[in-house]
């Protein structure tokens, strides 16, 4: 399907408030499977391999001294403290994905993890969580164990909020009504790699992002004409909820 499709799906689909996106099956990671190396995806995947090269997650050069390096690198395992490759990298988001790329091409498709085949918006959330989201682990340290495919908040509480802090979107979005009647995830306005992306990794620009299913507002001057805050030249939707890039899609106060 078409990015622009599933968009409009997935909008029908959670103003049904149902929760199921997909019909296939979906695929999981064998647990044996290893860690292939971002190298191995690219030789097989040269579109997704090129586009990526371009987003802020292929540039990314983590700082030595990260106090989560989990969160900055690739398969950081817990027991010796090194990751697989810094960065964000294709598996952080796909899964171990060596199993994938040795099977029968009728196979490959059952062990490796597209975000847009999940069965549950939670799980796609969930590999974003991994590093956006400030957390504390049900049991144990973090991080928890987890790999794409799964349900990560069955593992983990949310913190509250806290202004100013970064690496906080899903604590942020999960309070919005963009989540909690909408059921959205990061992946209906971020895509990962694909063409034609823009910065901030959008799928389009503000406003058309925000006005595909806010049509109502698209006139600014109009909405905001009987409230304290009037639009101001150069406004645009995210100047007024979104300020600092906080994913709360609040209203302005009175
Ligand atoms: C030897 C070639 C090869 C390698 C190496 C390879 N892939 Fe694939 N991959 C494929 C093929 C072929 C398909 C399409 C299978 C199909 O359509 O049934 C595919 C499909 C996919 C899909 C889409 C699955 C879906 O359900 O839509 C993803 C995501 C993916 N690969 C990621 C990766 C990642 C990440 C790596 C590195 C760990 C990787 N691939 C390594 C050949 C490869
Ligand atoms: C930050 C997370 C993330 C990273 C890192 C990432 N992807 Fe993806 N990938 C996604 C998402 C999300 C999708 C679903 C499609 C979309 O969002 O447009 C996807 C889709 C795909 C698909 C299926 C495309 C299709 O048209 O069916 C392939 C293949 C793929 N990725 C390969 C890769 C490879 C290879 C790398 C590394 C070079 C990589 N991805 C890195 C998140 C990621
Ligand atoms: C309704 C659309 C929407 C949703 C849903 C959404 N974002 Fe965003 N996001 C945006 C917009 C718009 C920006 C601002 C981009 C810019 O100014 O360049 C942004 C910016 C960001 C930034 C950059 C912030 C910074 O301070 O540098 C990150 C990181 C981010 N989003 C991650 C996420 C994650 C993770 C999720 C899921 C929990 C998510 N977003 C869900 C629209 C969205
Ligand atoms: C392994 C950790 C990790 C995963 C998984 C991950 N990210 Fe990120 N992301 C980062 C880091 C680190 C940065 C860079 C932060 C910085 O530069 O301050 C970043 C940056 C971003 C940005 C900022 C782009 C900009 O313009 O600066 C967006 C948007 C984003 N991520 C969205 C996502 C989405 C959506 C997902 C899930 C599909 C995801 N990320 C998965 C670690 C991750
Ligand atoms: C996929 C559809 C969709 C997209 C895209 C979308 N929204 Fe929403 N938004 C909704 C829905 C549904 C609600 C809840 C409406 C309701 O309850 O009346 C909502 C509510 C809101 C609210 C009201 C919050 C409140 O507390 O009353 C604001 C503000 C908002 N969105 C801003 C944005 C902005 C800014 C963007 C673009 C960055 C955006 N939305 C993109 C569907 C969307
Ligand atoms: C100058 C600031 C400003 C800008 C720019 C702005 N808004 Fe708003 N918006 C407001 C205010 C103020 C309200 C609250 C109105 C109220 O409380 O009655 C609001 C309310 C909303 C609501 C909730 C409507 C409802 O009936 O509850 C949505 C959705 C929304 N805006 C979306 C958008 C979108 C989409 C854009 C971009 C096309 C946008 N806004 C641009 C200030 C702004």
């Known amino acids: 399907m078409k990015t622009g499709a599933w968009i409009v799906a997935i909008a029908v689909i959670g103003a049904?408030?149902?929760?199921?996106?997909?019909?296939e099956p979906q695929a999981t990671i064998p647990a044996d499977s290893e860690y292939a190396g971002s190298k191995l995806c690219g030789m097989c995947h040269k579109d997704e391999k090129t586009a990526f090269a371009?987003?802020?997650?292929?540039?990314?050069?983590?700082?030595?001294?990260?106090l989560e390096p989990w969160k900055h690198s690739t398969g950081w395992d817990k027991a010796t403290g090194e990751a697989k490759e810094p960065g964000v990298q294709c598996e952080a988001c796909h899964g171990r994905g060596k199993t994938h790329a040795g099977a029968k091409t009728e196979d490959k498709k059952t062990l490796i993890i597209n975000p847009l085949n999940l069965d549950a918006p939670g799980k796609i959330t969930s590999i974003c969580a991994q590093c956006h989201?400030?957390?504390?682990?049900?049991?144990?340290?973090?991080p928890v164990a987890f790999t794409p495919g799964e349900n990560i908040f069955e593992k983990i509480d949310l913190?509250?909020?806290?202004?100013?802090?970064?690496?906080?979107?899903?604590?942020?979005l999960v309070g919005s009504l963009h989540h909690t009647k909408q059921h959205m995830t990061c992946i209906q306005c971020h895509t990962s790699h694909t063409e034609?992306?823009?910065?901030?990794?959008?799928?389009?620009a503000v406003p058309d992002l925000c006005v595909q299913c806010h049509a109502d507002e698209a006139d600014i001057a109009k909405h905001t004409e009987a409230h304290t805050t009037k639009a101001k030249e150069g406004d645009t939707c995210d100047t007024?909820?979104?300020p600092d890039d906080v994913h709360t899609f609040a209203k302005p106060p009175k």
């Open 16 to 23: 049904l408030g149902l929760t199921v996106l997909a019909q």
């Open 54 to 66: 371009e987003t802020p997650h292929a540039k990314y050069v983590p700082p030595a001294d990260a």
């Open 133 to 142: 989201a400030y957390y504390k682990p049900k049991e144990g340290d973090a």
């Open 159 to 172: 913190l509250p909020v806290e202004e100013g802090k970064a690496m906080q979107q899903v604590n942020e």
């Open 196 to 204: 034609g992306m823009i910065p901030g990794n959008l799928r389009k």
């Open 240 to 242: 007024c909820h979104m």
